[in-house]
């Protein structure tokens, strides 16, 4: 596979941006303050690209030109975001709320373990006054992809959402979602949404089979694509062509943070570049494995997904 047409393509990722602090260490004894915590010493402190923000990350680390549409607050976390998002080179469009602090996930480790996660966030609606900043930076953008990262955080509110839709039907262009069941009517006639298989079943109800979950979402939301991630079990389709379902090729699980993200980003860069449907499956599940091997927030960039396709692609040959 040629993934040289991912450094042309213009991704704008809109949605629920947070920041992912993680606290790791070592775990010296029990808490004396309360029996059968443990006691950890901090060891490494980082900031890591968390929710939409880490979608825009994988696309940048895959070698596409990302944009981030979002709302921070005014902290220094909101600023932490917009530094990162330099560094990886992100061109950042963040709307200020003043009324919100930043989302934030704290996480707790100790080595590889997750000792415990706490948030900060308000997942209120934006004002109105936000939801019209929010649409007039779509006008006038050139972007092959529109891609849609709900976290249910106050941001994709119904006219947003609405907003986005009718532009990219206006404009002809791509338009993907991650949604959040809750969410789920306000992207009818999107192109592609990719809910994990727990969202899907609060979407469609408890089906157990993979194809009537598939054909259920394509009929709900009157999309093109209903694309469905399910961890070890891999990811399958369904579209006007029928169902498609691919295995994972994870070797080793982790952690699966933002596995989701991953898969969403690869998705839009392939898709954008001329691959089918199935094509842009295989690509997305090769990163996906990628990002599960390491621990924490990830990403996986062009130069490991073109080593992972090629060495699967030698290992059937041989």
């Known amino acids: 596979m040629d993934l040289s047409e991912f450094s042309k393509k213009r991704i704008l990722v809109v949605g629920d941006i ?3 602090w993680y606290l790791d260490g070592k775990i010296t004894r029990l808490n004396p303050e309360e029996p059968g915590a443990p006691e950890i010493d901090i060891t490494n402190n980082k900031y890591v690209l968390g929710g939409a923000a880490n979608v825009a990350a994988n696309i940048a680390s895959l070698g596409g030109h990302a944009s981030l549409l979002g709302v921070v607050g005014n902290d220094q976390y909101g600023k932490e975001i917009e ?3 330099k560094i990886y080179g992100i061109f950042p469009i963040l709307l200020i709320d003043e009324k919100r602090p930043t989302t934030i996930k704290l996480r707790l480790m100790a080595g590889k373990r997750h000792i415990a996660r706490a948030s900060m966030e308000d997942r209120t609606p934006i004002s109105e006054c936000l ?3 929010c649409a007039s930076f779509l006008n006038g953008r050139r972007d092959d992809v529109i891609l849609i990262s709900d976290y249910n955080k106050g941001l994709l509110t119904q006219k947003v959402s609405k907003k986005i839709i009718e532009y990219s039907k206006r404009t002809n262009t791509l338009t993907l979602v991650d949604p959040k069941p809750e969410n789920i009517m306000n992207f009818q006639e999107a192109d592609l949404i990719c809910p994990n298989l727990e969202e899907a079943k609060k979407i469609v109800g408890n089906l157990a089979d993979y194809e009537d979950i598939g054909k259920a979402l394509k009929e709900k939301i009157d999309c093109k694509y209903a694309l469905v991630t399910c961890g070890e079990n891999g990811m399958f389709c369904y579209n006007d062509n029928g169902f498609h379902r691919v295995n994972t090729v ?3 699980v982790y952690d699966v943070s933002g596995a989701g993200d991953t898969v969403i980003a690869s998705m839009a860069l392939a898709l954008s570049s001329g691959y ?16 599960v091997g390491k621990i924490g927030t990830a990403t996986c960039s062009i130069d490991e997904l073109t080593e992972a396709i090629k060495n699967e692609k030698q290992t059937r040959n041989s």
Not at 276 to 291: F, P, R
């Open 83 to 85: 530094r990162l998002c």
């Open 250 to 252: 994870a070797k080793a």
């Open 276 to 291: 089918s449907i199935e094509g842009a499956m295989d690509i997305a599940n090769h990163a996906a494995g990628i990002v």
């Open 18 to 20: 947070m920041l992912d």
């Open 131 to 133: 939801e019209e900043k």
